[in-house]
Nanobody, 120 residues
Framework: QVQLVESGGGLVQPGGSLRLSCAAS????????MSWYRQAPGKERELVAT????????NYADSVKGRFAISRDNAKNTVYLQMNSLKPEDTAVYYC?????????????WGQGTQVTVSS
């Protein structure tokens, strides 16, 4: 079955870095665009970054541009999110998402999330 497993979250001080990983299985990874979303307590889930199926295109939320970098390794069925210069407002649960268009709709899958806490 489709499975997305995030890892790499944790507690980090402001200005620090973390690298999140999302290991995928159960589907053709290279056929899907991959994204990272986050959800802070009391807030809506928001899109952080997206990478196209073969990694030729990336997009970022304005709040993370220049600090975060999304990448993927299709040979390892894994997508990454390198997070630098972390701020307290980056604190959230980070979710991995796989998506592709299928006819008139979209196929989508989510991971269980990994907690990132930025605090001194």
């Amino acid at each position: 079955q489709v499975q997305l497993v995030e890892s790499g979250g944790g507690l980090v001080q402001p200005g620090g870095s973390l690298r999140l990983s999302c290991a995928a299985s159960g589907f053709t990874f290279s056929s899907y665009a991959m994204s990272w979303y986050r959800q802070a307590p009391g807030k809506e889930r928001e899109l952080v970054a997206t990478i196209s199926s073969f990694g030729s295109s990336t997009n970022y939320a304005d709040s993370v541009k220049g600090r975060f970098a999304i990448s993927r390794d299709n040979a390892k069925n894994t997508v990454y999110l390198q997070m630098n210069s972390l701020k307290p407002e980056d604190t959230a649960v980070y979710y991995c998402n796989a998506a592709r268009k299928a006819g008139p709709g979209t196929l989508s899958a989510w991971g269980q999330g990994t907690q990132v806490t930025v605090s001194s």
